[in-house]
């Protein structure tokens, strides 16, 4: 049975700030590319018999860096819309709202400018997931896209609602690695690279 590589991109101007970034479509960072150059020597000898991307450049960018073979575009990796929040830190968003603030918990939707539900990121990464369970069988899949995203997507893998996705920390030019044991779904490595 092989397993599911989730790597997210390499760093980018705003990831490298804090600011969140999920419709803005940015560049990879010099550092960034170098990130993904380095993932190269861990997905080799890894027989990937589907490598699913997101549509923005910078995941992309860093599955074609990493060495990896981009059979699909799938919009639903995408990074979570972040609606009136797009381009800020967590900590211009607490101050302004007087008030720790967590897109885990409280969402993404401002007052005039509505965001992505957390279970709608859920319904997308579970028609992902339904994609590649089959695929398994035949060898390993890769999925290139994003921090948050990738976090909702471990979490369902791991059958846990999206909002557990915040348990799993993956840093930007790192990757994660689901698997199975006693037929069961499972985390077999995180946060490396």
Same mark, same amino acid.
């Given at each position: 049975?092989?397993?599911?590589?989730?790597?997210?991109?390499?760093?980018?101007? %705003?990831?490298?700030?804090?600011?969140?970034?999920?419709?803005?479509?940015?560049?990879?960072?010099?550092?960034?590319?170098?990130?993904?150059?380095?993932?190269?020597?861990?997905?080799?000898?890894?027989?990937?018999?589907?490598?699913?991307?997101?549509?923005?450049?910078?995941?992309?960018?860093?599955?074609?860096?990493?060495?990896?073979?981009?059979?699909?575009?799938?919009?639903?990796?995408?990074?979570?819309?972040?609606?009136?929040?797009?381009?800020?830190?967590?900590?211009?968003?607490?101050?302004?709202?007087?008030?720790? %603030?967590?897109? %885990?918990?409280?969402?993404?939707?401002?007052?005039?400018?509505?965001?992505?539900?957390?279970?709608?990121?859920?319904?997308?990464?579970?028609?992902?997931?339904?994609?590649?369970?089959?695929?398994?069988?035949?060898?390993?899949?890769?999925?290139?896209?994003?921090?948050?995203?990738?976090?909702?997507?471990?979490?369902? %893998?791991?059958?846990?609602?999206?909002?557990?996705?915040?348990?799993?920390?993956?840093?930007?030019?790192?990757?994660?690695?689901?698997?199975?044991?006693?037929?069961?779904?499972?985390?077999?490595?995180?946060?490396?690279?």
């Amino acid at each position: 049975m092989g397993e599911v590589v989730v790597l997210r991109h390499g760093q980018t101007e %705003w990831s490298r700030t804090g600011q969140h970034t999920g419709t803005t479509d940015l560049p990879l960072l010099p550092e960034g590319e170098d990130q993904a150059r380095s993932l190269r020597a861990a997905m080799t000898g890894r027989r990937f018999v589907e490598v699913r991307v997101s549509p923005m450049q910078r995941a992309r960018r860093t599955a074609e860096l990493a060495g990896l073979a981009v059979t699909d575009v799938d919009r639903d990796l995408v990074e979570i819309d972040y609606g009136g929040y797009e381009g800020r830190t967590t900590a211009d968003i607490s101050e302004e709202l007087g008030r720790e %603030w967590s897109v %885990w918990r409280d969402g993404s939707t401002t007052a005039d400018v509505p965001g992505e539900a957390m279970a709608d990121v859920g319904t997308r990464v579970d028609r992902v997931l339904d994609r590649v369970r089959d695929r398994l069988a035949d060898g390993d899949v890769a999925l290139v896209a994003h921090g948050h995203v990738l976090r909702v997507l471990t979490a369902r %893998w791991l059958g846990l609602a999206p909002e557990a996705g915040a348990l799993f920390a993956l840093p930007a030019g790192r990757y994660g690695v689901l698997g199975h044991e006693h037929g069961r779904p499972v985390l077999t490595g995180w946060a490396l690279g």
